[in-house]
């Protein structure tokens, strides 16, 4: 069946420092990968979308990289702040019919000043 | 613009009596969609609507339905609700290529 898997629930970073978040999928060969951010008791929010001919994507401290071969997305933020703390989550199209998002469980941030 | 709405913000509701979840968005989005959010489960998709008039089942459907006269409004409907339904229920609309979604701020359900 296909997955999405973020490895770690939980990752905690002191502020200044680079969080890496992991996003791995399986059975499947999508044309782009989202990721997304969420604050507690709000909706997720867009952040950057990568294509599969796309190695690499930045915006401001955010970058995002894919490897189709591998199948894995990693989601950078630099310099990070506690701002930063949330739960990032990503998704991808795993059903074209549907064009609708299938999500990952997401990573918690958590930013220490 | 307000993008996308969703009614009531929260509801405690006796299991067995439905209940209709509003949602609208004003950006003129074509696609729409309901999930539910539970802990250690993640986001996951009850009913999607491609285009106005149309609606599709998503990955867990069941006890849930939903219609689409119009652009702006997808309403999601609880015939008889039951205590598993406990969950924060999030509306969203994208549109364009890249099924981008925008949400709106959620529905915290609570069945007993």
């Known amino acids: 069946s296909q997955k999405i898997e973020q490895n770690s629930e939980a990752l905690n970073i002191q502020e200044g420092k680079t969080a890496t978040l992991t996003c791995n999928y399986t059975n499947y060969s999508p044309a782009y990968l989202q990721w997304y951010r969420q604050d507690p008791g709000r909706g997720p929010v867009f952040l950057l979308l990568?294509?599969?001919?796309?190695k690499e994507k930045r915006k401001e401290r955010l970058k995002v990289t894919f490897d189709t071969t591998l199948k894995q997305s990693l989601f950078h933020i630099t310099a990070s702040q506690p701002a930063d703390s949330a739960t990032y989550l990503c998704a991808l199209v795993m059903d074209t019919g549907r064009r609708a998002l299938t999500f990952g469980s997401g990573t918690r941030l958590q930013v220490q000043p | 613009t307000a993008g996308i709405t969703q009614a009531p913000t929260s509801q405690i509701l006796a299991a067995g009596r439905s209940m209709t979840l509003r949602c609208t968005q004003d950006m003129r989005h074509n696609a729409m969609y309901w999930y539910r959010q539970d802990l250690g489960l993640g986001l996951r998709l009850i009913h999607y609507?491609?285009?106005?008039?149309?609606?599709g089942k998503g990955e867990v459907p069941d006890g849930y339905s939903v219609s689409r006269a119009n652009t702006d409004d997808f309403p999601l409907t609880l015939a008889s609700a039951v205590p598993s339904q406990t969950s924060v229920y999030f509306c969203?609309?994208?549109?364009?290529?890249?099924?981008?979604?925008?949400f709106g701020p959620g529905t915290r359900l609570t069945v007993l």
């Open positions: 609507s491609n285009t106005a008039g149309t609606t």
């Open positions: 969203a609309s994208s549109s364009g290529d890249t099924d981008t979604q925008y």
């Open positions: 990568i294509r599969e001919n796309e």
